[in-house]
Structures are given as structure tokens and as C-alpha cells.
């Protein structure tokens, strides 16, 4: 369950801008993730999410047009 949240974390902050958790808990929620305040941060973290940018929206650390290979390792060392 978790590596399938933080896998739509990272889907969802690439996709679209993302400015604060409070938005970032209600698309989860629309996902189908109700998850806590805490655990939205500690996803962050594990997940490497910066903001950043002119928008300030957060920003995964994989970059734009990988092939998903850097984002299933930084899952695999979330998980572990």
C-alpha cells in the first residue's frame, strides 16, 4: 500500500503543480489514499519532494522524461 501511495505521489507532482499538502491530500483522496497529515510528510521525505521553481510547486527529484528506472529505485529504497 505504501509504495502504491508514493507511486501516485510521484505520478501526481509530475503531472500536475502541486503547491502545498493540503492539495496534495485531496488528490490522494481522489486517488483513493485518505491519508494523515504525518504520513503525507513523511512520504515527502522519503521520497525526496522539494519545491521549487518560480511557482514554488514540489518537484520530484526523477527527472522529467525518464524512463521510470530512477523512480522504482527511489521506491524500492522508500519500501526498504
Do not use: C, W
Request: no cysteine.
Amino acid at each position: 500500500m505504501k509504495a502504491r501511495r508514493q507511486s501516485v505521489i510521484l505520478d501526481v507532482v509530475q503531472r500536475q503543480p502541486v503547491r502545498n499538502q493540503k492539495q496534495l491530500r485531496s488528490l490522494l483522496r481522489t486517488a483513493g489514499f485518505d491519508v494523515t497529515q504525518a504520513t503525507l510528510s513523511r512520504d515527502i521525505r522519503e521520497l525526496g519532494l522539494v519545491k521549487g521553481g518560480s511557482d514554488a510547486v514540489y518537484q520530484s527529484p526523477v527527472p522529467a522524461g525518464s524512463n521510470g528506472h530512477v523512480a522504482r529505485l527511489l521506491l524500492k529504497r522508500a519500501v526498504a
